[in-house]
C-alpha cells in the first residue's frame, strides 16, 4: 500500500534550534507563508536550521564539539535554494562557522548528506517554495544543537506526510 501512495524516508538530522524569541518570530512568519500559499510545508518541521542529514543512526549529541555558532545572529534575507525557502543571514562569520562544523560533523558521521527535501547550511528553514517574499529579521541570540529522528512520505517531487521526533538537545549558549 506504501507504494501505492509514496515513497517513505527515514532519516536523521542535526541541527541547530532557537532561542524562544526567534522560534515565535519564524513561526508567525510560515503561518504567514502558509496561509497566503497553502502549502503544509511552511508547518511540517519545527523552526530550525538543518545542519546534517544521515541515513544511519546518530548515537548522540554528547560526542559531538563544536565552537559556538556567532551570537546575536540576523536572518533577514528569504532566500530559494532546492526548491525550499530559508531566511539566511550573509554575516561572514556564520559562512566560516559553517564550513568547520561541517567537516567536523562528516567525520563523525559515516553518511552524511545534504539534499533536498531539506538542504542544510543555507540558513532557517521556511517551507519549500521557489518565491521569496521580504520579511522581518530574526534575532538569535541562544542556540541549541539538536538530534531528531524525520520522516516524510514523498509522491514524486511532492511530500505528503512528515513525522519528526527530537531525540536530544543541547543548550549551546
Not at 15 to 26: N, Y
Request: proline share 8%; with cysteine; aromatic share 8%.
Amino acid at each position: 500500500m506504501m507504494e501505492e501512495n509514496g515513497k517513505e524516508s527515514n532519516h536523521h538530522l542535526i541541527s541547530l534550534g532557537l532561542s524562544v524569541q526567534a522560534t515565535s518570530a519564524v513561526q508567525t512568519l510560515r503561518t504567514h507563508l502558509w496561509r497566503s500559499t497553502g502549502d503544509l510545508s511552511f508547518q511540517v518541521l519545527f523552526p530550525t536550521i538543518p545542519l546534517l542529514w544521515s541515513l544511519l543512526p546518530i548515537r548522540s549529541l554528547a560526542d559531538i564539539h563544536l565552537e559556538l555558532p556567532p551570537t546575536p545572529l540576523i536572518f533577514e534575507e528569504p532566500v530559494s535554494s532546492h526548491g525550499s525557502l530559508f531566511l539566511a543571514t550573509h554575516a561572514p562569520d556564520w559562512s566560516t562557522w559553517f564550513a568547520q562544523t561541517s567537516t567536523a560533523y562528516h567525520r563523525i558521521v559515516e553518511e552524511p548528506y545534504e539534499q533536498e527535501p531539506f538542504p542544510t547550511g543555507i540558513g532557517i528553514y521556511l517551507g519549500r517554495s521557489e518565491h521569496p517574499e521580504p520579511c522581518n529579521p530574526v534575532v538569535n541570540n541562544n542556540w541549541r544543537l539538536q538530534l531528531s529522528q524525520v520522516s516524510w512520505i514523498q509522491r514524486e517531487a511532492e511530500i505528503i506526510h512528515v513525522r519528526h521526533t527530537l531525540v536530544e538537545e543541547r543548550h549551546l549558549v
